[in-house]
T-cell receptor, first 114, second 115 residues
Framework: DTGVSQNPRHKITKRGQNVTFRCDPI?????LYWYRQTLGQGPEFLTY????????KSRLLSDRFSAERPKGSFSTLEIQRTEQGDSAMYLC????????????FGSGTRLTVV | AQSVSQHNHHVILSEAASLELGCNYS??????LFWYVQYPGQHLQLLLK??????LVKGIKGFEAEFIKSKFSFNLRKPSVQWSDTAEYFC?????????????FGTGTRLTIIP
């Protein structure tokens, strides 16, 4: 499968714990995006990378959230001290060139904070 | 900041019926417009996109959308739906200013097709 891969598919964690998600983009794609989708809403932009540089972060990305793309390939999204409001589907997308015209989304990681 | 409104939250149709899903956006400048589809258990997929030229764009699986600039609308249409079109449909907008790479999505419309 040469699509965007996200792991794990599901994560259940207790409030206050830290969690980390991984995204492996399509190999030749230089841009990588994180979105969050809550029930009944469309995806909301969190952050994006061009190669290893994080170029934009949404105000939704509080200081408990951090994203990295250390070698310009895979990316990780970490949430520290999780809260129930963090429960959502976390989506990753990648693109080559002008991003908005060519996103490929992964299947997402569903986080449940109990 | 831009926003997207999708007026229909849940649409139920019989097979062979015609479909129109509404999408309006608010943004003062030029935009790229998209419709994405999410079939049950699958990832978001691009259905069609508009960024310039002919305001009537055709996408996959017989879908089309018309950009009406004066109405800030980008409605999705299909003349005859099939059971396999059951999915959630998201409209999205991306301002064309340089370096703006993010999409702003609407809340989605769930489409249920009854055989």
């Amino acid at each position: 499968d040469t699509g965007v891969s996200q792991n794990p598919r599901h994560k259940i964690t207790k409030r206050g714990q830290n969690v980390t998600f991984r995204c492996d983009p399509i190999s030749e794609h230089n841009r990588l995006y994180w979105y969050r989708q809550t029930l009944g809403q469309g995806p909301e932009f969190l952050t994006y990378f061009q190669n290893e540089a994080q170029l934009e972060k949404s105000r939704l990305l509080s200081d408990r959230f951090s994203a990295e793309r250390p070698k310009g390939s895979f990316s990780t999204l970490e949430i520290q001290r999780t809260e129930q409001g963090d429960s959502a589907m976390y989506l990753c997308a990648s693109s080559l060139g002008q991003g908005a015209l060519g996103y490929t989304f992964g299947s997402g990681t569903r986080l449940t904070v109990v | 900041a831009q926003s997207v409104s999708q007026h229909n939250h849940h649409v139920i149709l019989s097979e062979a019926a015609s479909l129109e899903l509404g999408c309006n956006y608010s943004y003062g400048g030029t935009v790229n417009l998209f419709w994405y589809v999410q079939y049950p258990g699958q990832h978001l997929q691009l259905l069609l996109k508009y960024f310039s030229g002919d305001p009537l764009v055709k996408g996959i699986k017989g879908f089309e959308a018309e950009f009406i600039k004066s109405k800030f609308s980008f409605n999705l249409r299909k003349p005859s739906v099939q059971w396999s079109d059951t999915a959630e449909y998201f409209c999205a907008v991306n301002p064309t200013n340089f370096g703006n790479e993010k999409l702003t999505f609407g809340t989605g419309t769930r489409l249920t097709i009854i055989p």
